[in-house]
């Protein structure tokens, strides 16, 4: 597989074709942003941990019957994936009241969602993500009718399976978001799943251990990363 031209670059990612146009090649950088990119610095590590554990998390949903873009690990910071048409919005699924939903709803940080909810976001960095519905989705042509609704499944999937994978480690999946895409007409789970774009907290000391500590300027990020993937079975030095 021989990786050419950059396609595109992100905020912690990039894109390479590859001489393949069913493959791509996904590149984790060491970048880490917050607030929509207001705040970009460089953490050491960071590219390899998130490509592994991202690696990790994606074959359990594989083998948990949920399709996904991913094919290998190539190297410590690079994946290659199948080359999905994106729809651009995220499907965010919330079991915990965390972050922006209570800044918007004025509950209290910790109480848990029965049952969890499910929301969307436009992903456009000039408007800063907003929340949208359904409706705008079709509406506007982002994306199918039958393909969201696809794409809410298996989010819901993901969270019965997830969930389950994280408790065995001590630990609560407060929230997360996830990106999907058309491969030859399937639904796929595309992007990435790692702490980056997830809530986990200790679940006896409700340690936060997931970007919030970068946010929040809590320190310790990458190795809060790396305590994540050790408690679930991610061996980063393999």
Not at 61 to 83: C, M, R, W, Y
Not at 116 to 144: C, Q, R
Not at 212 to 225: M, N, P
Request: aromatic share 8%; proline share 3%.
């Amino acid at each position: 597989m021989e990786k050419r031209q950059e396609l595109y670059a992100g905020k912690a990612k990039s894109v390479f074709r590859t001489d393949d146009p069913d493959k791509m090649v996904l590149v984790f950088r060491d970048d880490t942003s917050a607030f929509d990119g207001k705040r970009i610095e460089q953490l050491d590590r960071k590219g390899m941990v998130n490509n592994k554990f991202n690696a990790f998390i994606m074959t359990k949903l594989q083998e948990a019957g949920i399709p996904t873009h991913f094919e290998a690990l190539l190297s410590d910071n690079e994946a290659l994936v199948k080359n999905l048409d994106m729809m651009p919005v995220e499907c965010v699924v919330r079991n915990v009241a965390a972050g922006s939903l209570c800044r918007r709803l004025g509950v209290e940080e910790g109480v848990t969602l029965t049952p969890p909810t499910f929301e969307l976001f436009l992903k456009n960095d000039a408007l800063g993500d907003p929340m949208i519905n359904e409706s705008h989705v079709e509406s506007f042509g982002w994306a199918k009718a039958e393909d969201l609704a696809k794409a809410k499944a298996l989010t819901y999937k993901v969270n019965d399976v997830l969930k389950a994978i994280f408790a065995e480690g001590g630990m609560i999946l407060v929230d997360y978001k996830l990106e999907f895409g058309l491969y030859k007409g399937e639904v796929l789970l595309g992007d990435e799943f790692s702490p980056d774009g997830c809530r986990l907290w200790d679940a006896k000391t409700k340690e936060k251990l997931d970007k919030d500590r970068f946010r929040q300027g809590l320190g310790g990020v990458i190795e809060a990363y790396e305590d994540v993937g050790r408690r679930i079975g991610i061996d980063f030095d393999a």
